[in-house]
């Protein structure tokens, strides 16, 4: 007998090929699926996302400050700096004309901004303003509009100021994050040190890596034993014990820096039973709270439920035997414990230490109530700039720079334990 | 883990050093929680445990409600101190936190629900990029977040507004919802969606009838993370919220920045006590959902 085997296509019933039929019904799978996710996925967008990116945009814009003065600044480019000690005299009449005519709140803004350069622009452009509009109303043409500044106040020939012009002559600068990192542009134009006293940025940078590494060891040395315990409880036991590791994550997390401060302020309870105990003297009290000690304790007990949670995941699956075969083929406990334990659970380490450091160097609500003068991080600088100097520009900097960080360590996190390994409770 | 009965005494010392160190730490963890229960009642106006409230016998003139009177607005006589202020502001914080906690928590379950069936499906494009995105605001800072929204709120009129801070709550409790319910439908049999269909069950009728009542408990957590994050968060409403829009949060943040009193941690000892029920409820609710999805308990 002959057995025939069709070369040509298969086609399903309505007499298309089966793959082409397969593939359509493969597209609309996937329409259905990303349609589920769609609402949120736009909606996330819009409300977070968007607002980032708005954020971002802000950081390197400095286009208020260009469509006050478009000419001064225009002019401003061509002064050659090493030929002439003070700007030619086009730059003097564009920003007599600028400021005579100019509205008088942009130029209020604008003169935010230019105080952000230099301190002292605000009142020297307010006084300045003020004897331009005379002139005016006089009608009279100065001769020389150079000398007319300077007769107005002798600082119009004081270069340093000019030079602060070079941080905001652009629509788009850099100059934000430079600021960020107590950098600024020197008369050139190159990005050079701030001055002694309007450095601090970079002093609260080393400190909010040292308070996150610090937590992170600490929460490493606190959570890994208890992690183990709870892995290796019986189920009732350690279903139990887990109780005390979650109700803390559920706790708000003012409460909890409340709860700390009660306990750590000079006539708290720390305090008191030491005293109680005859340790301390009732004068000596120690001042743990609104410091760095007390960030660095209330940061480590808020987040060590996030180092105990992925290391207990790990553990939970490092078969017992393993130790008992070490054992048994004549290592000692310690040496049981470094070769054969402790290589297993580094995927939970690197988990844990990366949650922790992660949510630490972002840390603002914690060491803005414990941590008094020297225990802030770069998180309060971003709130002291939002709200009340309202310099929104070195504000987004400062996000930006912190939002970079957290980027890189969020794709370590993924490359490492993936993203949608994130487990809850 | 017992330990073996052949243990030498150096293994016997350590063991039971490890034991103590795992108790410190436990202490350390749940201690501070506890401590502010009692000075809640205490009569000083002072966050301290008084003199009084430790003597033995114990001092009944030292322990009083006061502060929950306060705290409830009751500002009758015994109850006012020339330090401690006495206002509805905790209550109408009360009110306020549950108001955009529990739109919030409705509109997230709702989206993240939707999302977390779409990326469960074995189809899904793009899951990775997708799944970054959604999970983001848990992840980036929320002093970041609430520098960007504030900004970006305020060029169209959200921001001092009850929308502007529940918007800002959603997108910041969604991805709680989408991990929980994810989680809960990686154990989901699909040939019962299969079943539904081919008995003719239209999509809503089978996610009504055979999907939704499988995956409730996953919902539930989900919806009651997503409950907490709202109720707790300190951050945005800081810098979005004004006097109208004030949270429980909103109100403890300035009890501790300016007039420190009991009163926070009275609102702080009902906190805690809902903390405990919350957390209660999400555990049986996990065991009943590995139940019902025929996991056995690990």
């Keep these: 007998m002959e057995v025939t085997i069709s070369t040509a296509e298969l086609l399903t019933t309505d007499g298309t090929p089966l793959k082409q039929s397969l593939r359509k019904a493969e597209r609309r799978n996937k329409l259905r699926a990303f349609l589920l996710v769609f609402p949120l ?25 260009n469509s006050v003065f478009p000419n001064t600044f225009n002019e401003y480019k061509s002064w050659d700096k090493e030929a002439d000690e003070l700007p030619p005299e086009e730059v003097y009449k564009s920003l007599f004309f600028e400021l005579a005519n100019g509205d008088k709140r942009q130029i209020g803004k604008a003169l935010t901004r230019m105080n952000y350069a230099k301190s002292g622009w605000k009142s020297l452009i307010k006084k300045t303003t003020r004897e331009i509009k005379k002139i005016v109303k006089k009608g009279e043409e100065p001769v020389s509009y150079k000398d007319t500044f300077i007769k107005i106040n002798k600082l119009w020939a004081d270069p340093t100021y000019w030079y602060s012009f070079n941080q905001m002559v652009n629509d788009r600068s850099s100059i934000y994050y430079w600021n960020a990192i107590d950098r600024t542009f020197d008369e050139d134009g190159d990005v ?22 610090y937590v992170t060891i600490f929460c490493l040395i606190l959570g890994f034993p208890v992690a183990h315990l709870l892995a290796n409880l019986p189920l009732r036991y350690s279903n139990l014990l887990m109780i005390f590791v979650l109700l803390p994550f559920w706790t708000s997390l003012l409460v909890r820096t409340t709860a700390w401060i009660v306990m750590l302020q000079q006539n708290g309870v720390i305090n008191g039973i030491l005293v109680w105990l005859g340790v301390i003297s009732d004068d000596g009290r120690i001042q743990m709270v609104y410091n760095e000690a007390g960030t660095l304790i209330a940061m480590t007990q808020i987040l060590l439920p996030f180092m105990i949670l992925p290391l207990y995941s790990v553990m939970r699956v490092i078969p017992k035997s393993h130790m008992r075969a070490a054992q048994n083929l004549g290592a000692k406990p310690a040496m049981a414990f470094w070769r054969v334990y402790l290589p297993q659970t580094i995927p939970g380490i690197s988990a844990g230490g990366l949650l922790v450091f992660v949510l630490a160097i972002g840390y603002f609500i914690t060491p803005e109530l414990v941590g008094g003068k020297d225990g802030k991080l770069i998180g309060s600088w971003i709130a002291y700039h939002l709200r009340t100097t309202l310099n929104w520009g070195l504000c987004a900097a400062l996000g930006g720079i912190l939002l970079g960080i957290m980027l890189i360590f969020y794709w370590l996190y993924n490359k490492i334990v993936g993203i949608d390994n994130i487990k809850l409770g | ?115 977390a069936l779409g990326l469960s499906r074995p189809h899904m494009p793009y899951k990775g990029l997708i799944m970054a995105i959604l999970i983001s605001p848990m992840i980036v800072p929320l002093i970041i977040t609430a520098a960007g929204m504030f900004f970006f709120y305020a060029r169209i009129n959200l921001v001092y507004t009850f929308t502007g801070i529940i918007l800002a709550h959603v997108a910041l409790a969604t991805p709680f919802v989408v991990i929980t319910v994810t989680a809960t439908l990686v154990g989901f049999d699909m040939n019962m969606v299969k079943a539904a269909q081919s008995l003719g069950a239209k999509p809503m009728r089978t996610f009504f009838k055979v999907i939704m009542p499988l995956i409730l408990p996953g919902i539930i957590s989900g919806a009651l993370f997503a409950f907490i994050t709202s109720f707790d968060e300190v951050v945005i409403v800081m810098f979005m919220a004004s006097i109208d829009q004030l949270t429980i949060p909103k109100q403890m943040w300035a009890g501790i920045r300016q007039e420190i009193s009991p009163v926070i941690l009275c609102m702080a000892t009902c906190l805690v006590l809902l903390s405990i029920f919350l957390l209660t409820t999400v555990e049986l609710l996990r065991r009943r959902s590995e139940k019902l999805r025929g996991i056995k308990a690990r």
């Design chain 1, 41 to 65: 996925l736009l909606f996330i967008v819009v409300t977070f996302v968007m607002p980032i990116g708005d954020m971002l945009l802000r950081s390197v814009d400095d286009s208020q400050i």
């Design chain 1, 192 to 213: 050079a040190l701030q001055d002694e006293k309007r450095r601090m940025y970079i002093n609260t940078w080393f400190r909010t890596f040292k308070v996150s590494i």
């Design chain 2, 1 to 115: 883990m017992a330990l073996p009965s052949y243990a030498t005494p150096v293994q016997r010392t350590y063991y039971y050093l490890y034991l103590f160190f795992c108790a410190v730490v436990f202490f350390f963890l749940i201690a501070p929680l506890f401590a502010i229960i009692p000075i809640s009642f205490s009569v000083s106006p002072f966050m301290v445990f008084t003199e009084g409230m430790l003597a033995w016998p114990p001092d009944p003139e030292a322990w009083s409600t006061r502060w929950y009177k306060n705290m409830i607005g009751d500002c009758s006589a015994d109850v006012v101190s020339s330090t401690v202020p006495c206002s509805t502001k905790w209550m109408k914080g009360t009110v306020n936190s549950f108001y955009i906690g529990i739109i919030a928590t409705f509109i997230a379950t709702a989206l993240g629900t939707l999302a």
